[in-house]
């Protein structure tokens, strides 16, 4: 704290140059912040349209609902909702060797590795 007592200077070189620097980055943040709220806006009016109701599954944000149309593509194409659980690697399959059952889950990892996890 003394140190800031003892530091009478609160002008530095080129001030203004640097406050008008850092008012338009406010400026700027402020924009894009505004524009990705009315993106999602937008994003989610689409989604409805659409007929995807992701959202209504709870922790799913418009932004991971749009990934999810993403990569699932046209929902209507898997005739029921174990074959789009099997598809996203979220289905539990049953492997039965000899004596002793396990259940297995696969995931996706990183860049498109798929690892199955037993149980």
Request: with cysteine.
């Amino acid at each position: 704290m003394k140190l800031v007592e003892q530091d009478h200077t609160k002008e530095r070189k080129y001030q203004s140059g640097r406050d008008s620097i850092l008012q338009s980055i406010s400026r700027q943040v402020y924009f894009n912040q505004q524009e990705i709220k009315q993106l999602e806006r937008m994003q989610g009016e689409l989604l409805k349209e659409l007929g995807y109701y992701f959202e209504t599954i709870p922790g799913i944000s418009t932004v991971t609902a749009s990934a999810l149309v993403a990569h699932i593509g046209d929902i209507k194409r898997f005739k029921d909702a174990d074959k789009l659980a099997n598809y996203a690697g979220a289905a539990r399959s049953v492997i039965a060797p000899a004596e002793r059952e396990r259940t297995c889950r696969t995931r996706v990892w990183g860049t498109g590795t798929y690892i199955t996890f037993c149980s």
